[in-house]
């Protein structure tokens, strides 16, 4: 039996990883490492984010010109996640391993744990501000309007051109696929929406559909709505400020992911970032980013302005479109214990950077397989994303 084991192992992990592929999307187009060191629950891991370089004019001298330093930033992605998906197999199922056939408890087990990477990537999204489209209404029935919106919010964000994606969920790829501007991509012979089924790159956004988008949902909290919300600063709240004192009018709850845009004649949005309740007349303290985009004296008023035609406890589908380096993702193989009695191999996928373990363990009269992985993820450039409403 250990022999056959032995054979099976580096088999099915191969197999899981191809699985894993095809149900994580996130993954393969994120800022990710591929460090195959072994960690363990709550190690944080440093992924490096170059810093801006400006250019200079040249003047040749007989010395030579002075350095300029660099500041490069790290991304802290803490490996917070650890997730298994057990199964058991017999005999029958052993020889389908070893004839290259997945076996279909093990395929699901490898799904539970892609959908799982998947959808908890996606729910960092919460972070973006830059937001377009409207909530309950799927987008792309003109591909013009929410999509180059969302592309205009990107390029003012300073987002790179290269490496754009889109993730949307099925009702919005319905509607990108039959959308009338993007089937006239067939007439200059791109047939890739006609024959394929996949929308591909259009206005330089490479697009995918995925499901998990749509139990991805956002509820608003109650104090944003189409009836003006008139808040009032409480003491001096500095430009650039994350954290904001104010005077509430109305009671309420703000959740985080809730965006705002502040009606003065700043353009830009903001996003909640800590939950909070509001309460007529009283001092509420509000964390936001990006900061502040102008100093407000207090007692100045703010008229909060929502995005399109928000109401309060609206649901929205949080379809995508992001640089790859808004978010920074990474998987590590897990710390294994010998001994014991259990077989243990583990394998970094070179594609998706997710590192996959197999663990065997012998029972009364089975055997329980175990693929587990741990990993985690944060979104360290919100300006390099923005969500379109659906």
Not at 162 to 185: C, H, M, T, W
Not at 240 to 268: C, H, P, R, Y
Not at 288 to 305: E, F, M, V
């Amino acid at each position: 039996m250990s022999n056959t084991i032995t054979q099976v192992l580096p088999k099915l992990l191969a197999q899981g990883l191809r699985a894993l592929r095809e149900n994580a999307i996130l993954p393969q187009l994120v800022n990710k490492s591929y460090d195959t060191l072994a960690q363990q629950k709550g190690n944080v891991i440093n992924i490096p984010i170059p810093s801006a370089i400006s250019a200079r004019a040249v003047t040749p001298a007989v010395t030579y010109a002075a350095n300029v330093d660099s500041s490069p930033t790290v991304a802290v992605v803490t490996l917070d996640r650890w997730m298994e998906a057990p199964f058991q197999m017999n005999d029958n199922d052993m020889v389908s391993v070893m004839e290259d056939t997945m076996p279909m408890q093990a395929s699901e087990a490898i799904k539970a744990l892609g959908n799982d990477i998947d959808a908890y990537i996606l729910s960092k999204a919460q972070s973006f501000y830059n937001i377009s489209g409207t909530a309950g209404t799927a987008p792309f029935t003109t591909l013009s309007v929410a999509a180059a919106a969302a592309r205009k919010q990107l390029n003012k964000s300073l987002t790179p051109i290269n490496d754009r994606y889109g993730v949307i969920d099925p009702d919005a790829e319905g509607n990108l696929l039959l959308n009338s501007e993007i089937l006239k991509f067939n007439e200059r012979g791109d047939g890739g929406g006609i024959i394929g089924g996949g929308v591909g790159r259009k206005l330089g956004v490479d697009w995918y559909m995925d499901q998990n988008l749509t139990s991805n949902t956002h509820t608003n909290g109650t104090a944003l709505s189409t009836v003006t919300s008139v808040w009032k600063f409480d003491g001096t709240n500095a430009a650039g400020a994350k954290s904001i004192t104010v005077l509430a009018s109305s009671s309420g709850t703000v959740l985080i992911g809730d965006i705002f845009g502040v009606a003065t004649g700043v353009s830009g949005f903001y996003v909640v970032t800590a939950n909070a309740t509001m309460v007529t007349s009283t001092t509420l303290t509000v964390s936001i980013y990006p900061g502040l985009r102008q100093a407000y004296a207090s007692g100045a008023t703010i008229t909060l302005a929502t995005v399109g035609t928000a109401v309060a406890g609206e649901t929205y589908v949080p379809n995508l479109m992001f640089h790859r380096d808004a978010f920074a993702f990474a998987s590590r193989p897990l710390q294994s214990i010998a001994g014991y009695g259990n077989t243990i191999q583990s394998q970094v996928d070179p594609v998706t950077g997710i590192a996959l373990r197999l663990e065997v363990s012998r029972q009364y009269k089975q055997t329980t397989f175990s693929f587990d992985v741990l990993y985690g993820c944060n979104v360290v450039r919100p300006e390099f994303g923005a969500i379109v409403r659906g």
